[in-house]
């Protein structure tokens, strides 16, 4: 495909909007993703009619559909996509929204990620985490996303010399990012001694180290530029999108993502490359998967992961990148699908001078970086977009 083809000129992002994220809820997925259409509305001053496309990702939705939704929410539109993409929904939302606009297919679309999350959600996750898990892995007590993270985290830290103290440092500077973010479910300081002597999760993984399941949602409108500057609406406009799945087919533990297979074709299309992004968003459910971010993206060389996060202020408000700068995952909490939105719905924020948190200076471009949909041992799906600020 080339370059004209991959151009989403005159696409924008905008309205970014969070339902607070809740440890706990009473609530189903359906009144998360409510309240995110509503606050959308509200937002853009749009009537519901306006809305005519629809994306939306949830683990929790069933046994409702993105379907069944239009009619609960009494919304009708041309065009909808449900996302099953983990980590990677929120870019894949934003990139395949704009195609669709871009071809006539909707107008305006509302890119939602929503979750709830009960007594025991955790647990049944980890039992019906999958059907390798279920049948292989489960049986034996090693089922759901921290045991195989705790694989993937042990090989890559035998394979390029990696200490706990790396991970720490991504973890450290985060929750330092989320302090003023009234949204984050962490807001507690986090020294590099408190995260060492937290207890292991599963190890090489620490307490620190897991994402804190929880309930909330994301969300944010695709549109054109020219129907944002009509509704007098900030936006960032979409520079490029790239999505890759299960692109390590011969790795049994994989060191990286798909994010090295797409990296120049992402690059060359926003005219811009790694030291041109003022801020980076990657999905964060577990340190190491930053660090592999960090290298595939071409922050650094492959193994230098370690190198880079010791050299490297990863604070919003620092002298080298801001990274994850509403707090990431780690720190705000996993509300599900809503997580892998995290990024996006913060990045647009950044962008037009909206944060929950801390501003980072003169903020012109942004990348925003997804992964998702973990089986037996890797991360299936992968995606980034580059993200500049509206003018």
Known sequence: MNKQTKNYENLVLTAPVTVPYQRFSHH?????????????????????????GLAVSSFTLAPDTIA??????????????ALPFGGASAVIAAKRAARAIQNGDATVVACIGADTAQQGSFRNLAANFSRFSTN?????????????????TRNYMDKFGVQAEDFGRICVAQ?????????SLLRKPLSIEDYLSARYIAEP??????????AGAEGFLVMTKDRAHQLG??????LAAEEYHNARTTEDIPIGGAWRVF???????????????DFLQTYDDYPVIVMQQFEDLGFCEKGNAADFVRSTDLSTIGNGLPHNTGGGQLSVGQAGFAGGFLGMVEAIRQLTQQPLGRQVIKAEHGLVSGFGMVNYNKGLCAAAAILKKGT
């Open 28 to 52: 189903d997925a359906t009144w998360f993703i409510g309240r995110a259409l509503r606050q959308l509305l509200d937002k853009s001053n749009l009537q519901k009619t306006a809305i005519d």
């Open 136 to 152: 292989a892995v489960y049986p034996y007590g090693g089922a759901g996303p921290n045991a195989i993270f705790a694989m993937i």
């Open 233 to 238: 609406l900030p936006y960032a406009s979409l």
């Open 205 to 214: 993984l620490r307490l620190f180290d897991c994402v804190m399941p929880c």
């Open 175 to 183: 929750r330092k990012n989320a302090l003023d973010n009234p949204n």
């Open 68 to 81: 069944s939704l239009t009619e609960q929410f009494d919304l009708s539109a041309r065009w909808l996509e």
């Open 263 to 277: 990296k120049d074709d992402l690059y060359n299309a926003a005219n811009c490359g790694p030291k041109d992004m």
